[in-house]
């Protein structure tokens, strides 16, 4: 783990998937975490998300 966060070693999604687990957390909220670094960052992320998925599931029903 600490040389996770020292960024010594980049982890494999599925060794994402492993931490979460034991962590109790969905992924995306480490992710989120990781992207957004603090509560209103956080939020502005989620916000910027939405729209993409949102963009892009209007593009796949076209």
Do not use: F, W
Request: with cysteine; glycine share 4%; hydrophobic share 40%.
């Amino acid at each position: 783990m600490s040389s996770l966060e020292r960024g010594l070693k980049n982890p494999t999604l599925s060794k994402v998937d492993e931490l979460c687990e034991i962590m109790q957390v969905h992924p995306l909220t480490l992710l989120a975490l990781t992207y957004g670094l603090d509560a209103k960052g956080t939020d502005k992320l989620l916000a910027r998300v939405q729209r993409e998925l949102a963009d892009l599931q209007a593009i796949a029903k076209d």
